[in-house]
């Protein structure tokens, strides 16, 4: 993390054209819930001229984020190898609610990623939630269910991590409150790819086969009598299964 970057004048500049010119879609998914500028940032003076037009602080701030000078010096912090080319970010809002649930950001030869701040200079506290969260690996290989580290979205802020299969799992915690979390955020891929990243990548462990296993048949218990379940039998289990919703606080009780 690189705190106080000592650009608040071009930070504040890049802030206020976002939220004045740049429009962000509401996406909600199984995975995240988050306002997302349609307009892809690397590409949009191509796709959206007039809007590139009204926000040349926020296209300086990127061109500064991708110059030759700040690539090289993210290989040297982060050892992540040789930078190509490819310029691949975009700006997100998560307002009250939003979140990201947990993943490892493996997709094709990125590297690096990266998440620019341009939340509030007023400051960000606990309360506000929306802290971005590390986790470590569990001993059956998987991530541990609660975070071992949290960053704080502050302002004039710049973090960085590399990106590697099964490792680099992260999430956003939800905004309790009301500030906008404004980011500037996207990734750094390889010069040269990476060669079997993808198939190490979290997705690819979800969708991959499983090997195959051998289960012992349940003997059941030795009562003499059939299999059939007598009328106490069915009488617990429709007790188990009454579901009651309670409206209010949406939880389900099992009475």
């Known amino acids: 993390v690189v705190e106080n ?4 004048a071009p930070m504040e500049r890049a802030r206020l054209e976002a939220i004045g010119e740049l429009k962000a879609d509401y996406k909600e998914t199984d995975l995240f819930k988050v306002y997302q500028v349609p307009q892809d940032l690397g590409t949009i003076e191509r796709t959206a001229p007039e809007l590139a037009a009204k926000a040349p ?11 030759a000078e700040t690539k090289r010096l993210v290989e ?9 080319d490819a310029v691949d970010c975009s700006a997100n809002v998560y307002a ?9 950001d493996v997709i094709g030869d990125r590297l690096v990623s990266y998440v620019l701040y341009l939340t509030e200079p007023e400051g960000w506290s606990a309360d506000d939630g929306g802290s971005f969260e590390f986790y470590a690996l569990g001993a059956d290989g998987e991530p541990e269910a609660a975070p071992c580290a949290r960053v704080a ?4 802020s710049l973090m960085l991590f590399r990106v590697e ?3 680099s799992f992260h999430s956003v915690q939800e905004v309790y409150g ?11 891929h390889a010069r040269d790819g990476r060669d079997g990243a993808a198939s190490r990548a979290s997705l690819a462990e979800l969708t991959r086969p499983a090997a195959p296993r051998t289960f012992s048949r349940f003997a ?11 009328d106490a039998d069915l009488d617990a289990l429709r007790a188990l299964s009454l579901i009651h919703i309670s409206e209010p606080t949406r939880r389900y009780a099992i009475s």
């Open 165 to 167: 299969p099964s490792a």
């Open 76 to 84: 040297r912090v982060t050892g992540c190898g040789p930078i190509g």
């Open 96 to 104: 009250r609610g939003g979140h990201l649930l947990c993943h490892d």
């Open 178 to 188: 009301d500030k906008p979390r404004l980011t500037i955020s996207g990734w750094y």
């Open 153 to 156: 979205p502050a302002w004039n």
């Open 220 to 230: 059941g218990d030795d009562d003499g009598g059939d299999d059939a379940l007598s």
């Open 57 to 67: 602080a926020l296209l300086r701030l990127r061109d500064a984020l991708y110059s």
């Open 5 to 8: 970057l000592g650009l608040e």
